[in-house]
């Protein structure tokens, strides 16, 4: 069983930077595909990026391409999301979640889930 915690959440202006954590315990994730998700009120939940087990590759939604990055740092067992210029419309509560194998998009194909973290972007 994996459990993920997601941190680093809260109210930035528009144009500003966060930096999103997810830390996993109870078994090392060095061999899990990570991804990262968000999910605003009334919507979807939406594939945001994915990193491979070995943090070589990575995949980006078009939304996000070039504004967030995705890294991973094993020894840690913590998934990272860096988001840059962030815009009000990426306001939602954000997911890490793991899954043995490649990386996918779809939030179905993923084993295990953190409860969140809000990241609000003020105008």
């Known amino acids: 069983q994996v459990r993920l915690v997601e941190s680093g959440g809260g109210l930035v202006q528009a144009g500003g930077s966060l930096r999103l954590s997810c830390a996993a315990s109870?078994?090392?994730?060095?061999?899990?595909?990570m991804g990262w998700f968000r999910q605003a009120p009334g919507k979807e939940r939406t594939f945001l990026a994915a990193?491979?087990?070995?943090?070589?590759?990575?995949y980006y939604a078009d939304s996000v391409k070039g504004r967030f990055t995705i890294s991973r740092d094993n020894a840690k067992n913590t998934v990272y999301l860096q988001m840059n210029s962030l815009k009000p419309e990426d306001t939602a509560g954000y997911y890490c979640a793991a899954r043995h194998g490649t990386i996918v998009t779809g939030r179905d194909l993923y084993d295990y889930w953190g409860q969140g973290t809000q990241v609000t972007v003020s105008s």
């Open positions: 990193i491979t087990w070995s943090g070589g590759g990575a």
């Open positions: 109870g078994r090392t994730i060095s061999s899990y595909a």
